[in-house]
């Protein structure tokens, strides 16, 4: 009895311990799988694409699909891009204009990853990336701003001439007339600088000039430049406004002179009026009788008597004039 107890107590650890050996084998057959398993799978986010090498060399098309992807564990390597819009700030540069001017200018853009496996072919990373940039973008900005002269850069557009209304005409800005302008210019850039980062899987989407200053001697130039245009557009106004001023009094003269006319021909024209009026009451009056004729003989030659004579005046008379007539009655 004892010893069967004994048999079977043996018998059933023998099996607990067959069945231990069992499930540690399966955790570490698991964990093996597992590790496995989380040393190929990977998951590539929407803003990422993905390039898998296999002992350096690109293994098939670029990854640009959001998701769980798996690879053969240890032996191939996974390189991450980002898919998003990236941003590329140039080092202000000192560069020469075509006149012969030097000017610092800063520039930035967006760039765009679109191949990604060309891009890992060419570049490797980012980092070599930018640095590759900075050949591109500055060398092509360098060279288009020799090419053009320091308004071009400056200005993306001829001003609009200004209207003075009445007094002035409209007036340009004869110094700093344009054809290309900044605008153009970064458009050439871009698409000179697109040429040379396609074959790196790049696309330069925008580019601009962020910013111009002028080395110090340039600044002297341009503020006298200027100065002498708003002086000259000042002078051209001084100008028209004198024009304008003498045109406005003699306008005033004009219209003085036809308002003093008119009223020197209505004053005549009344004044004539009231003498056909005082000669034909006068010749009514002188037509009635002889008595009235004499009295308006009289009364005339005492009115030529007032305005003639004074304190100083001479005159010589024949005895036989009319004028003589009343002072000979006098007597």
Excluded at 35 to 64: L, M, W
């Amino acid at each position: 009895m004892c010893y069967h107890f004994c048999k079977c107590s043996f018998h059933n650890k023998k099996q607990l311990t067959m069945d231990n050996k069992k499930t540690i084998i399966f955790i570490i057959l698991g964990a093996i799988a597992l590790f496995f398993f989380s040393q190929g799978a990977y998951i590539v986010n929407e803003t990422e694409q993905v390039v898998v090498t296999q002992f350096g060399k690109p293994v098939g098309d670029a990854i640009t699909t959001p998701g769980m992807k798996f690879k053969v564990p240890f032996i191939q390597t996974t390189h991450f891009f980002d898919k998003r819009y990236l941003e590329w700030d140039g080092d202000p540069n000192q560069v020469p204009t075509k006149d012969k001017k030097f000017i610092f200018v800063d520039t930035y853009a967006r760039w765009q990853i679109t191949d990604p496996l060309q891009f890992y072919k060419r570049m490797t990373n980012e980092r070599s990336a930018y640095s590759r940039l900075d050949d591109i973008l500055d060398g092509e900005t360098r060279n288009f701003i020799a090419k053009h002269n320091i308004e071009e850069a400056v200005r993306s557009s001829n001003r609009t001439p200004v209207s003075s209304g009445v007094v002035g005409e409209m007036i340009g800005d004869s110094l700093m007339t344009i054809s290309i302008g900044r605008d153009k210019i970064q458009e050439m850039i871009q698409k000179a600088s697109n040429e040379q980062a396609k074959e790196l899987g790049i696309a330069i989407l925008d580019f601009r000039i962020k910013r111009i200053n002028y080395v110090e001697e340039v600044q002297t130039q341009v503020y006298e430049r200027m100065k002498s245009e708003r002086y000259r557009i000042a002078d051209k106004f001084k100008s028209e406004g004198q024009g304008e001023a003498s045109r406005i009094n003699g306008e005033k003269d004009r219209e003085l002179k036809t308002i003093v006319s008119e009223a020197y021909k209505t004053a005549e024209e009344i004044k004539g009026k009231a003498d056909a009026q005082a000669a034909a009451i006068y010749s009514a009056a002188y037509d009635k009788s002889a008595q009235s004729r004499q009295l308006y003989s009289f009364i005339k030659s005492m009115e030529a008597y007032e305005k003639t004579f004074d304190n100083q005046t001479h005159i010589i008379l024949s005895t036989d004039s009319e004028f003589y007539k009343y002072l000979r009655e006098m007597k």
